[in-house]
């Protein structure tokens, strides 16, 4: 058996996914979901940016008290007000964690800091050294890193692990980055900066290009073994990489990516729609891992397939995401085979003739229906049916009622 790694995920959901647009969570909802990530198995959860707001910081400070079972993350500047703040906030947790972080990139510098080179390496130095009498566990991210140049970036993060940080953060700020060339940039850290220290090498990708999840896995192979990510993928602009994708491409793919990490799949999909719930608005239907329509199947070809056997056409189980159970859709393209499996389902075991004429009536619904519903579906049984199974249409379509009720 090949041997699995363990590598970090760190949760930015309550940071950088909360202050996305329309992402907002109040006191309450954020220890829900603190709670829900600690119970999902993540390693760190980055619960705010104290300096940024008193809901931030009283944020943080409620999530060190109640997650003793995780490291807790504060973020703040390389200035002393906000690793003071910071450390108000987060000091209490059980492991708590600062990560300081300044922009690196030439553009990021003239136009956003004013700062030279020279004063964002003494920056860096001073914030590090500073956070270190606090904890030992202090993440230094270089802001923008991937549109930096790479030999000032070295320089920096070299300054980083000389004051004492034991965590180096790779942002790719904007998403610009491709696989090939984040793997180059990791591996250059990895081997200028790096070497035999004990410092974790982690990234943090944003989804500008759709890369992110992709960036976070091409990382993993030159050495970073701490990956930020966020549930559902909210975050900044397009978002940051989906923990979901990242933590399932690692189970499905375990041969390509020797990788373990603490994360309970089955708790995925129960999080998300968590998430969901208490943002207000979930993810596309087609979205990989938790997306309504990840599991289905409509075509007749593809669902006679999964009935058939499940590996067909699903390379993970809905069920080991948490997901009850896979959701065969019917509609235009449905075959027979669905269609006998649902009525089964339902608890009416057809003819071949039966079935035949049922078929025919269906086609024909789907032609003109776009969903097909369960209460639609009782209308196609034959007479016979009908009258032998009366009482359970009735619980025919409540358990439809409740299926919509769920959203599943
Ligand atoms: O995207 C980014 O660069 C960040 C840093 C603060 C880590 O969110
Ligand atoms: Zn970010």
């Known amino acids: ?166 965590t180096l953060n790779v942002p790719d700020t904007v998403g610009y980055t491709t696989p090939t060339e984040f793997r180059e940039i990791i591996a250059a850290v990895r081997e200028r900066v790096v070497g035999e220290r004990d410092v974790t090498i982690s990234v943090h990708c944003h989804n500008d290009l759709g890369l992110a999840v992709a960036n976070s896995l091409a990382a993993l192979d030159a050495g970073a073994r701490q990956v930020e990510c966020t549930i559902n993928g909210i975050g900044e602009r397009a978002g940051n990489a989906a923990l979901e994708e990242v933590v399932m491409a690692l189970h499905v793919r375990a041969d390509r990516l020797p990788y373990a990490c603490g994360v309970r799949t089955e708790a995925l999909y129960p999080t998300s729609q968590l998430l969901t719930e208490i943002i207000g608005f979930g993810v596309q239907p087609n979205k990989a891992v938790v997306g309504r329509n990840a599991f289905a199947h409509e075509a007749g070809i593809h669902q006679h397939g999964v009935l058939s056997n499940p590996l067909c056409y ?32 339902l608890g009416f075991t057809l003819t071949p003739s039966e079935l035949e004429e049922a078929y025919h009536q269906f086609t024909e619904l789907a032609d003109r229906k776009k969903n097909i519903y369960d209460q639609d579906l009782l209308s196609l049984l034959p007479a016979r049916q009908r009258h032998e199974h009366a009482p359970a249409l009735g619980a025919a379509a409540l358990k439809l009622d409740l299926v919509e009720a769920v959203g599943r």
């Open 1 to 166: 058996m090949t041997h699995l790694e363990r590598i970090k995920i760190f949760d930015t959901t309550l940071r950088d996914g909360e202050q996305s647009p329309g992402c907002s969570m109040n006191l309450s909802e954020k220890i829900r979901l603190a709670r829900r990530l600690q119970a999902l198995g993540v390693d760190v959860i980055e619960a705010g940016f104290p300096i940024a707001s008193e809901g931030d910081f009283a944020a943080v400070k409620a999530v060190a008290a109640e997650c003793r079972g995780v490291s807790v993350a504060a973020l703040c500047r390389t200035t002393e007000q906000d690793i003071l703040r910071a450390w108000e906030a987060v000091g209490a947790a059980a492991r708590p964690r600062l990560h300081t972080f300044v922009a690196t990139s030439d553009i990021h510098l003239e136009h956003k800091l004013k700062r030279t080179r020279a004063e964002v390496l003494k920056m860096t130095r001073d914030a590090v050294r500073l956070a270190r009498t606090f904890t030992e566990d202090v993440e230094f991210s270089a802001e923008d890193a991937t549109r930096s140049d790479l030999n000032y970036l070295c320089e920096v993060f070299a300054a980083a692990v000389e004051e004492g940080a034991r």
């Open 314 to 345: 699903e390379i993970m189980t809905p069920e080991s995401v948490g997901v009850p159970s896979n959701n065969i859709v019917l509609g235009k393209h449905s075959g027979r085979h669905a269609l006998a499996r649902r009525f089964d389902e």
